[in-house]
């Protein structure tokens, strides 16, 4: 199917470990991004990249690691998990077209840090 | 850098009656605006954008945003409310070249009978 897939879409995991979330997209859409949408937080801005092994901080990097050999894969690694990163997490990708620019979304990956 | 300001965190609106979403933004650039619908359980989907083209915007399920500059606006409505509206709607912003979204905090729309 085309389009964004996010896997797992749901994950626990214990404080403490590695774990990492993927992201493929089916197009050839230059940027990437991944957010984490907490209540009353919105969605907010981890890391994004503009194209393949070029990557940026966003607003909330910290604890968090990402890498984009290829252009059509961003996942994002939590290098030690901690409570505070229990989340929903999405990955986007954006192009710019006809004058403006749209984001689509994959479904979300639910993190659970017990 | 890019802002967008979402007031209410929750809103309820009888159904019938006026939906109305505020949205104020804040951007040193012309701005491109966007609403989002996120559904339980759902990614988000775009509602409608504005890109300059034309200051008042349709979007789908009957939605509709005007672009106001003077007043940092790009408010959502639709005139009468449906059961299936209930959702979260976020408001967003990027300009700049960057193609980074900045959201808002979200509207959770509660559709009572």
């Known amino acids: 199917d085309a389009g964004i897939t996010q896997s797992p879409r749901y994950k626990i995991t214990e404080t403490g470990r590695q774990v990492t979330l993927m992201c493929h997209q089916t197009?050839?859409?230059?940027?990437m991004f991944w957010y984490r949408q907490d209540l009353g937080h919105g969605l907010r801005l981890i890391y994004y990249s503009a194209a393949a092994d070029i990557t940026d901080k966003g607003e909330v990097p910290d604890g968090y690691v990402v890498s984009r050999s290829k252009t059509e894969n961003f996942p994002l690694t939590l290098e030690s998990a901690t409570r505070s990163q229990t989340s929903v997490y999405f990955c986007a990708t954006s192009v710019t077209q006809g004058g403006g620019t749209e984001a689509f979304f994959g479904q979300g990956t639910r993190l659970t840090v017990v | 850098a890019q802002s967008v300001t979402q007031l209410g965190s929750h809103v309820s609106v009888s159904e019938g009656a006026l939906v109305l979403l505020r949205c104020n933004y804040s951007?040193?650039?012309?701005?491109?605006l966007f609403w989002y619908v996120q559904y339980p359980n759902q990614g988000l989907q775009l509602l409608l954008k504005y890109t300059s083209a034309a200051t008042l915007v349709k979007g789908i399920n009957g939605f509709e945003a005007e672009f106001k500059k003077s007043e940092t606006s790009f408010h959502l409505t639709k005139p009468s409310a449906h059961m299936s509206d209930a959702a979260e709607y976020f408001c967003?912003?990027?300009?700049?070249?960057?193609?980074?979204?900045?959201f808002g905090k979200g509207n959770q729309v509660v559709v009572i009978p």
């Open positions: 197009w050839s859409h230059s940027y």
């Open positions: 951007s040193s650039v012309p701005p491109y």
């Open positions: 967003a912003v990027t300009g700049g070249g960057n193609n980074r979204l900045a």
